[in-house]
Each structure stands twice: as structure tokens, then as C-alpha cells.
């Protein structure tokens, strides 16, 4: 059974940094590309970033680009979420996504079999 925990969310001030981590057990970890979605509320989930199995490409959401950091640690099955620079319009519950039949990555939720309980996170101006 393929499970994902997320962590690392909070509350911060406009300008702050927060790292999210997303644990994957259940299944080789170095088999999933793996993605970062959020939503906030009365908003559609939208994508943020993901990964390839190798960790060695990345795609980024327009609006996080050059704040936001997707990297991963197949060692430990984890992967992460440097969020520097934060605005109050980061404000959102964030999921982390994984599915082994990707290529590289999918910015499409619908493309990810599995899904975290979510994480949230609140920027205050």
C-alpha cells in the first residue's frame, strides 16, 4: 500500500521560507515522478512543481518559478518543497502527488494515482 505524508507546513510572514517534505512508502520511491499541487480555498487545485524519478528534471507553475524548489532525496524517499520568498497569494493546502507510470512528469493532476493528505500553508502580510 502506497502511502505519502506531507510536512512542514505553517504559518509564516510575507517574504519568510518554509520547506515542505513529502514521505513515500509502500513501493521503490526512485520508481515515482513525483509533483507538488495546491489549493486554496474556493480555488481548483493547481499545479506547483514536479520532479522525474532521477531527481535530474524539474517544471515549475509560472507564478512559483525562481522562488520555488522541487528536489529529492531517493535515499530517504522523500521529496521536498523550498519555498522562499513567500506571498500571501501562496496561501493553500499542499499536496504532494506519485505515479510510476510518468515518463518525467505530468503538470495534470489527473495523471498521479497517488496523493498525500495535504499540508497547509497560510503567508500573512
Known amino acids: 500500500q502506497v502511502q505519502l505524508v506531507e510536512s512542514g507546513g505553517g504559518l509564516v510572514q510575507a517574504g519568510d521560507s518554509l520547506r515542505l517534505s513529502c514521505t513515500v512508502s509502500?513501493?521503490?520511491?526512485?520508481?515515482?515522478?513525483m509533483g507538488w499541487f495546491r489549493q486554496a480555498p474556493g480555488k481548483e487545485r493547481e499545479f506547483v512543481a514536479a520532479i522525474n524519478r532521477s531527481g535530474g528534471v524539474a517544471g515549475y507553475a509560472d507564478s512559483v518559478k525562481g522562488r520555488f524548489t522541487i528536489s529529492r532525496d531517493n535515499a530517504q524517499n522523500t521529496v521536498y518543497l523550498q519555498m522562499n520568498s513567500l506571498k500571501p497569494e501562496d496561501t493553500a493546502v499542499y499536496y504532494c502527488?506519485?505515479?510510476?507510470?510518468?515518463?518525467?512528469?505530468?503538470?495534470?493532476?489527473?495523471?498521479?494515482?497517488?496523493w498525500g493528505q495535504g499540508t497547509q500553508v497560510t503567508v500573512s502580510s
Open positions: 509502500g513501493r521503490t520511491f526512485s520508481s515515482f515522478a
Open positions: 502527488a506519485a505515479d510510476t507510470r510518468l515518463v518525467t512528469f505530468s503538470t495534470r493532476g489527473y495523471n498521479y494515482e497517488y
